[in-house]
């Protein structure tokens, strides 16, 4: 009984808290709804976006502000843990402290993998933004002590929730501009390069028809310089989505280096073995039709394909054998 009261005080402290802020938000809300009708007829288009994304995203910083003081209230009054439900007891949750309880249970650690291949390592981070601009946020600045503590080829690669501009919008409603100037600075704090993708050119729509359909590209693949200087082959494009609102996006890349064909040099030790001149005269007693350019042409390419190969079979790699001698 004495946990249960306890449990049950923690509960009305944390809902009241929360209730009391959110009723002072909507009263304020409803107080400046007649009068912001009368400002918004006289201010510019750009100011007035800028104000719809401020309303909009006003009642998702209350809610996250909301939440933390009740997870870190949650957490002080240290409520001992609860026993499991039997015949004679029941423990009830509010819905406050399920969010709470979720929001322990949930890690805040940056998740990304790390591969060599080919003697290089490099780095892959896997991308779900939140759709709130202030946990976008500190997503930003988590990707940006990453980079920093690991100098890396990075790749990242998601859903961004977020467009660098217009141009990668289209609807009715304009994008607000503060997301999209952080995005943008993000990516010029390392130099990222934004990688083009093939396929589908808005990789999100909100599934509206009419004048309230929206798309948008909202996923896509972000690189660094040191990712391209080691990648042979870069390609990002769009799949077929299925049950999704999103379109998949396929990574493919090759780490293969690329290898030229060494110049043929005439090696003076071969003068030195019996074969060499057996092998050149073979070559040059062939029969080839055409210009006499073109028959010294040919006689010559036959003698350096002969000679390399039997240079690999005779003598072998010279520099191993002196390395291991």
Request: aromatic letters at 10%.
């Amino acid at each position: 009984k004495n946990m249960e009261k306890t449990f049950d005080n923690s509960i009305v402290e944390v809902t009241s808290s929360q209730g009391s802020f959110v009723d002072a938000t909507e009263d304020q809300q409803d107080k400046g709804s007649f009068g912001e009708r009368e400002v918004l007829s006289g201010t510019p288009e750009r100011v007035k976006r800028d104000m719809e994304f401020l309303n909009e995203s006003w009642a998702n910083m209350a809610e996250n502000v909301d939440e933390e003081d009740a997870l870190l209230n949650y957490l002080e009054t240290k409520t001992p843990e609860i026993p499991k439900p039997t015949e004679n007891f029941q423990s009830r949750l509010t819905k406050g402290q399920k969010k709470s309880q979720k929001k322990v249970n949930q890690s805040s650690k940056d998740s990304y993998a790390t591969r060599s291949k080919n003697d290089k390592t490099f780095a892959i981070s896997a991308v779900y933004a939140a759709t709130s601009y202030l946990n976008r946020r500190r997503l930003w600045n988590s990707l940006n002590a990453l980079q920093t503590q690991h100098d890396l080829p990075w790749c990242f690669i998601g859903d961004f929730n977020a467009i660098l501009g217009s141009h990668e919008n289209r609807g009715r409603t304009p994008p607000a501009r503060l997301p999209m100037e952080e995005f943008q600075n993000w990516t010029d704090t390392f130099k990222l390069i934004h990688l083009p993708t093939k396929g589908a050119t808005f990789t999100w729509e909100n599934g509206r028809r009419g004048l309230r359909h929206t798309e948008r590209r909202l996923d896509r693949a972000i690189c660094n310089p040191s990712w391209l200087d080691m990648c042979t082959n870069l390609q990002v494009s769009t799949l077929a989505k299925h049950k999704s609102d999103h379109f998949p996006l396929l990574l493919d890349f090759n780490l293969n280096l690329i290898s030229f064909a060494s110049h043929f040099k005439f090696m003076r030790m071969w003068t030195t073995h019996p074969d060499c001149d057996k092998i050149i005269k073979d070559c040059w007693g062939k029969t080839v039709v055409g210009c006499p350019m073109y028959i010294l042409s040919q006689k010559l390419k036959l003698v350096k394909d002969k000679l390399k190969s039997w240079n690999k079979v005779c003598f072998g790699n010279v520099h191993e054998s002196v390395t291991s001698a």
